[in-house]
């Protein structure tokens, strides 16, 4: 797989902009330590769905953004509520986050329905000059990680069901665990996860350009399959389908080693980020809200209804936050804001 194209001037300027902003920040630190800012905080959100929480309802509908699946009540506009509750107030200049969005969307447009012509422009157009806070989730759509889901289950090959294609739809989904622990899976995989590595790091180095005193945000993923994965064989209560639909057993601790591993790729690019960058480990503080945990689950269940309908037709959740999770969402931002615009 060939590595993304990055612009050397635009990492040579962004690097320049972030040690400017450093030297302006330790030029004021005496006088700013530890107090909230006064004013308010010029702030965008990007992202893919985690950040637009789909299946929330109602979701925003403008004409052009209708099918982001944006939610009114996204984890954005709660976290803004929750700070302004702690006297730190943002200016939100926009909230771009879109369902489907890759990380390459951070720079391309990005179309909404194959074949319609209806698209969103790229992200980082929403950044300014004056943007100070930059907060989003992506990286889940470039992985693939509807391919590997479609890959270990029969219900979601249905072409209703679930955008994309398996990996490999001549292999069997009863054998997708094997399929993605060796051969071909394993190495489509390595690509998938390097390629993720590659475009978050030319991501972080885009908002050092466009907006270089912002601080940058990475927002992982919640987790979706327990430890103890036996309590994915009980459906949720009040559902008839599993937690995870069809998907084997023995494939849902490879689901979760996927996801462990996007969660540390994600927090390398953060680490790595020219002047640093910050990230939510939602992964790691999500463990007894995963989609197998009844009635404290953060997330629905694949096959699940969610809060958001197409006509006569409830959509189903896909294994995203509900509102509990966007709530733990909303939590954890706002708490790693906090702390940044305190330091």
């Not at 629905?300 to 509102?323: F, I, R, T």
């Not at 733990?328 to 706002?334: F, G, K, L, R, S």
Request: charged share 25%; hydrophobic share 40%; proline share 6%.
């Amino acid at each position: 797989m060939r590595k993304t194209t990055k612009s050397p001037v635009v990492r040579r300027l962004a690097a320049a902009a972030v040690a400017l902003g450093s030297c302006l920040a330790l030029a004021g630190a005496a006088e700013s330590a530890g107090a909230a800012p006064a004013d308010p905080v010029p702030t965008v959100f990007f992202g893919d769905s985690y950040t637009a929480n789909f299946g929330v309802a109602p979701f925003n509908q403008d004409g052009k953004r209708d099918f982001c699946f944006q939610a009114k009540e996204n984890y954005p506009a709660v976290a803004t509520r929750r700070l302004a509750d702690k006297g730190i107030t943002l200016d939100v200049q926009s909230d771009v986050s879109c369902g489907g969005a890759l990380v390459n969307h951070f720079w391309q447009e990005q179309e909404l329905l194959p074949g319609t012509g209806m698209t969103v422009p790229p992200q980082q157009d929403a950044l300014k000059a004056d943007t100070q806070l930059a907060v989003g989730s992506i990286g889940g759509n470039t992985l693939g990680f509807n391919r590997i889901l479609k890959q270990c289950s029969d219900k979601l090959r249905s072409p209703s069901l679930l955008p994309g294609e398996p990996v490999d739809g001549d292999e069997p989904a009863a054998k997708c665990a094997e399929f993605f622990e060796s051969g071909d899976g394993k190495q489509w995989l390595d690509g998938q996860f390097e390629q993720v590595g590659w475009e978050l790091e030319e991501l972080l180095d885009r908002i050092g350009y466009f907006a270089p005193d912002a601080k940058r945000v990475l927002v992982g993923y919640p987790r979706l399959v327990p430890g103890d994965t036996t309590k994915c064989l009980t459906a949720a209560p009040g559902q008839t389908e599993l937690p995870f639909a069809d998907i084997p057993e023995d494939a849902l601790p490879v689901l979760d080693q996927v996801q462990k591993r996007l969660n540390d790729v994600m927090k390398k690019a953060a680490a790595d980020a020219e002047g640093g960058a910050d990230f939510v480990d939602l992964y790691a503080r999500t463990g007894t809200n995963t989609a197998c945990d009844g009635a404290d689950r953060g997330i629905g269940g694949l096959l699940e209804d969610s809060q958001v309908s197409l006509g006569d037709y409830k959509l189903p959740w896909y294994a995203h936050p509900n509102a509990k999770g966007r709530d733990i969402q909303a939590e954890q931002v706002t708490e790693t804001v906090e702390q940044i615009l305190n330091r």
